[in-house]
Each structure stands twice: as structure tokens, then as C-alpha cells.
């Protein structure tokens, strides 16, 4: 009993001993910044074999173009490029002076090093149309193509295609990523802890800093930790105590409670994410393309914009998000609200509405399935687009599944409705749910028609260059939007949180993301 | 005692391999595919194809069973599919987290509980005792992940006594452990407090009243350590629920730990990552049981003269 009580005692005398310890040195310029809940858990910073990377990869190392905001592209590594008319070569112009955090110069040989080990990864999709990588002085590197492929500066600024020191790559193995990671980037990785935190030091060599920040230089916040927390609610209320000063991301439904914080900024840039309602046009009714049509237009984007989201993001009225040109089709493509061009075009297809408020057919009632996620943002829109279809005449009844479930049930075909959302910025992602080779996952819609199939392949692969590819993946774009395969809905903000009283952030976030251009001019307030 | 011990350790294999084939059973027969969540939007299917060669995953599933257990055996727990990496070095990033979490939580159910246990039963029926009861009922029943969310409010937004979450310092392990503690205190309490009225009720305890001794002497020195028997058992069989417990408490307080890494894979359907991290579990509760009953065999003569 009395060891017992000497026990506690010790216990909290050591707890008490670490609360001291972790009072932090708040003078030293140091940031805690708080990844995005869906990039917790990324095993590893090897950008060249691992299936997913989290924020802080793109300030170790550097690629060689960089894509701003408005998803043009700029250069970093690469000073200049010139694309050959025909498509068939690229000639890069590399910057000098460049060095790895391990000393090593980064240089034309780089290059064709780099290259190499990406064959043998699963993301050698990206660089797959290189056939041969020509070096013809120390900063010039000449890429011999396969096949025209307008999307290979997109690829370049991926942080897939972020640039590691080749020979410590070799030497580490399967390490590197792990205990160790060289790049180019104004940050050297210090220790990272998987599932945990990553510190980030900074590489006061750095002065080649892309254009898209003010400063060049080296960066101006000296040690940055990333911690990973699965819960947004604890993330929150870390930002709210001052334990941390940036959340990467903040659900919409935590906005308002932030905005009440005195000493809490927030920032609300466009994101990459489409939540929209996908139509299997294989399963009756929706066999009938003016059902299909009648029920995009019952879906009232307006209204789940300010009911559910408050007003934050922006509507949806095509399948892209509206940073890409491709999402600028002839307005009459366009899937906009309009009850009445639904009721008519149900009317026309032979469904009468009947007493109960149900559209019927030679006595069958217009019922279908409506497919989604069991998380709580998925249900409460599928509620409302529920209302939506009910407004109508039809009679939507909802189905949850977990998140990895649900795509296997997708591959069953058996779906009618489904409420889901994507997140990319290229136009290439109708290819990718509406290409007829993937019927079920990702083509939850099972849209396969020969006219789609014939655009798809001219933009796909028949273009030469980015304005050829961009014309066509807009007449395909268009073309799918004109036999409603499915239903845009809303398109979400990223949600940056701050504690303004530390951080002092750039008064224009340039980059696709906060990401690297950000933190470069980032300072903490003394 | 040896030859216990030992009979018992192998009467593990048998279970083990059970526990083995339900485990890898349950995880590969629930839909889903850990493929998807490495294939990037613009590969193609030949791309997919290679994945699921390169993990056998094309296999049937006794044979896929087959090759983990023989894994298993070698102590290659395999490679991670979606996280890439060796299984056997994300369990042992976690364990130790996840080590200390628990084992620390099952002190604070062990020193709660029986210092509540004790006082409750020295107060029997009074309001004291039924304010102990009702209390650690209430704990025990409010679900972890809620009470680790209002212990966060009340001890870092309000006080400000401990941070909010993470792993960096001591100090972020006493609002984890406490919450988990917490919750396995009340069945603690509840068998110390029968044991030990139980125990006051023998005819030795009788004859220690008649020989004058003073009667907290007697609770604490005599009875208590008649009545500990039982609550040893107890909280070796909590060994294995305190570790599957720390899970959702892991997640809300953002520590590394098996449960995170759990839960994580889960979400992936990370297989051999599932697999690995179930089977810890499963282990935890096997070794737990077979912890508690070789200490009972060892505190308790009676059981040991039975085992002859």
C-alpha cells in the first residue's frame, strides 16, 4: 500500500519534471505545423517508390518545374525548357550551383541517374513516354520521347517527381525515405517518425528557391515539425492552446468555431476535390438518358452550397474544377439546377408523378438505390441530394459502406446512384472514371460508349501539344457531360488554420497547395 | 511448477494457430483491396496486375495463409503493401509506444482500483462506498475516445497542466494513461471490494479479532492480501484489453502506437500490416492469461499443491 503511494508520487514527480522540460524554447524560430488528417501515416519520403507523400516532401527536395495556383507552370530546377513541335523532344535548361544536402552537385548527369531508378518503381506510369534522356553539356539535358505526351511538365512538378540524390539513393536502399533523405530543398529531414512528427532543418545553402516565393534564399524559419494527428477534433484544440501554429487542413464544420478565435487566421484557397453524383447508366431507369439527365438537373448545387457548407467553396457545374481550362465548356454543357427541365424530361421518358409524390411507370415506381460512404460529410450530403431527388418524384433510398468496402461493391456493377467526391487537378481524370477498361472502379458510372471511347483516345494520346491536348480533352469533357453519366455537385476549399499572433504568412499563396513557395517566406514574429 | 509452465506455454501453439487462421480470415474475406490504394489515377491495368503478382495476392487464400504462416514461423512478419515497408519494422517503431501506454494504464487501474476496492469495502454499504461504486461505473461505461476528449478539455485547454497531444515528453503520456486507466478501474474496485468482504468473512480473520489486533491492521495486512488472488487474475486477463483499448485512445491523442498503426492499415487494407498488428493483440491476451495463472500458481499454495 505504501509503495504503492510512493509509486504515484514518483509518477507525478516525473510527470511534473517532463512539464518543465517541455516548455518550449519559443524564441528560436521555429514553426509546429499540423499535416492534413488524409496525409497522416505516409510510411516513408522517397518520392520515387512510395504511393503516397505528405507536405513536407516538397521542401526536401526540389523538382524541376513548379505549378502555381492558377495550374501554370514555372521554373525551378529547370530554368527553361523548349518542347519540340512535333512533341517528340524536350530540351531542359537546368540551374546552376545546385547542390544535395549531402554536398553533391545537381547537375545534367543527374538527370539521366534519376530516371533510371524510377523505372523500377510503381509510379514509372509518369515517366513512361521518356524513351532516352541525352545529355549535352553539364546543365542541359535533352529528353527523346516514345510518343508526344503534353502532360510531362504536369508530371515534372509532381512531388513524385521530386529529385533525390541518386548515389545516396543506391548506397541507402531501402532506408532512404526513411532514416535519411538527400534532395535539393530549403529543408534537411532530422528525424522522422512514422505516424508521429517529422523536423525539418533548414539548409542555409539554399538560394535556389523557385520564383513563385519572395525569397530565395535560404528559408526564414530555421527547424519546422510536421506532427500527424488522426483527430481533427485534438488537432483543433492543439492550435487552439497554442501547442501548434498551422493546421494543413480544417473541416469546414470546425470554420465557424475557429473564426471566433481572437488570435486565429484563416485561409480558404481553391482546392483539387469534386464531390458529385455518379449515374450507372447500365442499370434501368437510368438506361434512359433523359432520366439520367432529369436527375442531374433535380440536384440543386445552390442550395447544399449554403445549407450544408455555409457558403464556403464554390459550385460544381462540370465534371473538372474550374482552375483548369478544360472546365470551360460551351455553356450549354453545362449541369445547372432546373426542376423543371427534370420534371419534364421525366414526364417525356414516361414516368407520371402518382398520389404518394412518387413518379411511377406502368405501375413501377420511379425507386432507385443511392450509393456513399458511411463518414458523417458524405451521409449529410447524400441526405440532402436525397431531398433533392424526392422534390422531383424520385424515390432515392441510401446505402452506406466504409470507405475501402465501397469500392469493391462499386466493382459488383450494382449501383445506381452513388454520392462521392475525387481530388485531382488534370484534366486526365475523366479519362480515369469514365474510360471504358474500368467499368465498376473507378467507372462507377460503367460509361462506355464508342464515341466517348474514340475522344478519349485522341486526348489521351493523339495530342502533340498542351494546347492540342487541352482542346481535346475539352471536346471529350463535353462530350461526357452531354450523356450524364453523372451529377456535379460542390466544389470544396482547402482550409488553412494559423495562430496569427506567431506565423506571418506571404499575403498571396502561390503554389497548388501550401506548400513549399509558402514556407520560404514564412517568418515567426519575435 | 517448471513442468506448468512449460505444459501451459505449449498449450499455446494449438491457439495460436487458431487465432491465426480467424485473423487472417477476417481480414481477407471483408470487401476491399489494398491495390487500390496504391494504383494513381493514369496507371494502367497492366500496372495493377503487377501489384497484385508482386504481393501474391492472385494466389487462393490457403495458400496465401500457407506462406504468411511459414513467415510467421521464420519471424518475417512480411512486407507492408501499401506502406512498403518491412511489417517487422512499423510493429517495432509502434510496440514500445504502445508498450508503455499500457503498461502504465494498467498500473493506474491496479493502484485506483485497489486503494478504492479497499476504502469501499472498509465503508461497506455507506455512502462512501456507494459514491465509489457509482463513480467508477460512470468511468468505466463514458466510451475512451469521449473521455479522452473531455480529459484534453478540462487538464490542456482549461488547465493547462499537460499538452494537448503527441509523444514528445513525458508529460503528454499522463492524460492517455489516465484515461485509459480510468476506464478498466471500475472492475478492479468492484473484485477487490467482494474479494475482500468475502475474506473478512473466514474463520482466521475471526481468530486475528479475538487475539486484539487492530482491525485496519487486519483489512490491510491480512485480509487485502487474501482478497488480491482474484484482482491479480483480473488484471492479467486486462493486459490484452488494455492494449486493444489504447486504440481509439491512441488516435485521439495522435501517439504512434499499434492502435494507430491498426487503424491506419485498416483504412488501406493493409494486409500483412492487419495481420501483424491483430496478432499482437491476440498475443497480448493469450500471455496475459497464461501471466495470470502462473501467478496465481505462484502466490497461492493451494493451487500450486494442486498442480502436483
Known amino acids: 500500500m505504501r509503495k504503492l503511494l510512493a509509486k504515484a508520487a514518483l509518477a507525478a514527480g ?10 518550449p524554447a519559443v524564441f528560436a524560430q521555429e514553426a509546429t505545423i499540423v499535416f492534413n488528417t488524409n496525409e497522416v501515416g505516409a510510411p516513408t519520403y522517397n518520392p520515387i517508390k512510395a504511393s503516397m507523400l505528405n507536405a513536407a516532401t516538397g521542401l526536401i527536395y526540389d523538382m524541376l518545374v513548379e505549378q502555381d495556383a492558377d495550374l501554370s507552370f514555372h521554373p525551378h530546377l529547370a530554368e527553361s525548357w523548349e518542347e519540340a513541335p512535333d512533341g517528340m523532344s524536350w530540351v531542359f535548361h537546368l540551374k546552376k550551383g545546385v547542390t544535395f544536402h549531402n554536398g553533391e552537385p545537381f547537375n545534367a548527369q543527374t538527370i539521366p541517374a534519376w530516371l533510371e531508378l524510377f523505372k523500377e518503381s510503381d509510379n514509372a506510369y509518369m515517366s513512361e513516354a521518356i524513351d532516352k534522356v541525352e545529355v549535352v553539356d553539364d546543365y542541359t539535358v535533352k529528353f527523346a520521347m516514345k510518343h508526344p ?51 525539418l532543418v533548414r539548409n542555409d545553402a539554399y538560394t535556389w528557391g523557385s520564383p513563385l516565393s519572395k525569397n530565395t534564399g535560404p528559408a526564414k524559419i530555421q527547424k519546422l515539425t510536421f506532427r500527424e494527428i488522426p483527430e481533427e477534433s485534438t488537432a483543433f484544440l492543439e492550435l487552439k492552446t497554442g501547442g501548434v501554429d498551422m493546421l494543413l487542413g480544417v473541416p469546414t464544420d470546425f470554420m465557424g468555431e475557429l473564426k471566433s478565435e481572437p488570435n486565429i487566421a484563416l485561409l480558404t484557397l481553391p482546392g483539387s476535390e469534386v464531390a458529385y453524383m455518379s449515374i450507372n447508366v447500365t442499370s434501368a431507369p437510368f438506361t434512359d438518358i433523359k432520366v439520367r439527365e432529369a436527375a442531374a438537373f433535380a440536384i440543386n448545387q445552390q442550395e447544399i452550397l ?110 445506381q446512384l452513388a454520392v462521392r467526391s475525387y481530388e485531382w487537378n488534370n484534366a486526365d481524370i475523366v479519362d480515369w472514371f469514365f474510360g471504358g477498361d474500368r467499368l465498376g472502379y473507378p467507372n462507377t458510372s460503367m460509361f462506355n460508349d464508342p464515341k466517348a471511347e474514340e475522344l478519349r483516345k485522341k486526348a489521351m494520346s493523339g495530342s502533340a501539344n498542351s494546347e492540342q491536348r487541352q482542346a481535346n480533352f475539352k471536346t471529350y469533357h463535353e462530350y461526357v457531360l452531354s450523356q450524364f453519366p453523372m451529377a456535379p455537385i460542390y466544389q470544396p476549399t482547402v482550409n488553412v488554420a494559423y495562430n496569427k499572433d506567431r506565423l506571418v504568412l506571404p499575403e498571396h499563396i502561390r503554389g497548388t497547395e501550401v506548400g513549399p513557395a509558402t514556407f520560404m517566406d514564412m517568418t515567426v514574429k519575435e | 511448477m517448471t513442468a506448468y509452465v512449460v505444459r501451459r506455454l505449449l498449450m499455446l501453439v494449438p491457439v495460436f494457430l ?178 475482500m468482504i468475502e475474506a473478512a468473512q473466514k474463520d482466521f480473520v ?24 482474484p484482482v491479480v487474475t483480473i488484471l492479467a486477463l486486462r493486459i490484452g484489453w488494455i492494449l486493444g483499448g489504447a486504440v481509439t485512445v491512441e488516435v485521439v491523442f495522435a501517439r504512434p502506437g499499434l492502435g494507430t498503426l491498426l487503424i491506419k492499415a485498416l483504412n488501406q487494407h493493409d494486409y500483412p500490416v492487419v495481420q501483424a498488428c491483430l496478432l499482437m493483440l491476440a498475443m497480448a491476451v493469450m500471455l496475459g492469461t497464461l501471466v495470470g495463472d502462473i501467478l496465481q500458481a505462484a502466490i497461492d499454495p493451494r493451487v500450486r499443491a494442486n498442480l502436483k
Request: hydrophobic share 45%.
Open chain 2, 18 to 195: 487458431a487465432v491465426s487462421v480467424v485473423i487472417f480470415l477476417i481480414i481477407h474475406l471483408i470487401p476491399g483491396d489494398p491495390v487500390d490504394n496504391l494504383i494513381k489515377i493514369g496507371s494502367g491495368p497492366e500496372q495493377r496486375a503487377a501489384i497484385v503478382a508482386r504481393y501474391g495476392l492472385d494466389r487462393s487464400l490457403p495458400e496465401q495463409y500457407l506462406i504468411w504462416l511459414a513467415g510467421l514461423v521464420r519471424g518475417d512478419l512480411g512486407t507492408a503493401i501499401v506502406a512498403q515497408r518491412p511489417v517487422s519494422t512499423l510493429i517495432a517503431q509502434a510496440l514500445p509506444h504502445s508498450l508503455a501506454l499500457g503498461g502504465l494504464s494498467l498500473l493506474v487501474s491496479a493502484g485506483v482500483g485497489i486503494v478504492l476496492g479497499a476504502v469501499a469495502m472498509r465503508y461497506r454499504d455507506g455512502p462512501i462506498d456507494q459514491a465509489i461504486m457509482g463513480g467508477v461505473l460512470l468511468g468505466s461505461t463514458l466510451p475512451t475516445f469521449w473521455l479522452g476528449l473531455l480529459m484534453i478539455l478540462l487538464f490542456s485547454v482549461v488547465l493547462g497542466w499537460f499538452p494537448v497531444s503527441g509523444a514528445r515528453t513525458w508529460s503528454s503520456l499522463v492524460l492517455p494513461v489516465l484515461t485509459i486507466g480510468l476506464a478498466g478501474t471500475a472492475l478492479v474496485v468492484r473484485v477487490t471490494r467482494i474479494a
Open chain 2, 206 to 229: 475471526l481468530l486475528l479479532h479475538a487475539k486484539g489486533l487492530p482491525p485496519s491492521r487486519i483489512r490491510l495486512r491480512h485480509v487485502l492480501r487474501h482478497a488480491l488472488t
Open chain 1, 14 to 23: 516525473i510527470c511534473f519534471a517532463g512539464l518543465c522540460a517541455a516548455v
Open chain 1, 306 to 415: 449554403d445549407s450544408i457548407y455555409g457558403g464556403v467553396g464554390s459550385v460544381a457545374n462540370t465534371f473538372l474544377i474550374s482552375a483548369l481550362p478544360e472546365s470551360q465548356v460551351d455553356p450549354k454543357y453545362l449541369v445547372k439546377y432546373d426542376p423543371e427541365r427534370s420534371k419534364t424530361l421525366l414526364d417525356e421518358a414516361g414516368w407520371k408523378m402518382a398520389d404518394d409524390g412518387i413518379r411511377a411507370k406502368d405501375g413501377t415506381p420511379l425507386k432507385v438505390s443511392l450509393w456513399t460512404q458511411s463518414d458523417t460529410s458524405f451521409r449529410r450530403l447524400s441526405e440532402v441530394v436525397q431531398a433533392q431527388l424526392k422534390a422531383v418524384g424520385i424515390d432515392a433510398e441510401i446505402t452506406s459502406f466504409d470507405s475501402s468496402s465501397i469500392r469493391d461493391q462499386y466493382k459488383s456493377g450494382k449501383q
Open chain 1, 149 to 199: 505526351d503534353p502532360n510531362l511538365l504536369y508530371n515534372l512538378s509532381s512531388t513524385f517527381m521530386a529529385i533525390p540524390e541518386p548515389k545516396a539513393y543506391k548506397a541507402l536502399g531501402d532506408k532512404f525515405g526513411v532514416t535519411e533523405a538527400i534532395g535539393t530543398g530549403p529543408y534537411k529531414l532530422e528525424t522522422f517518425n512514422v505516424g508521429s512528427e517529422t523536423v
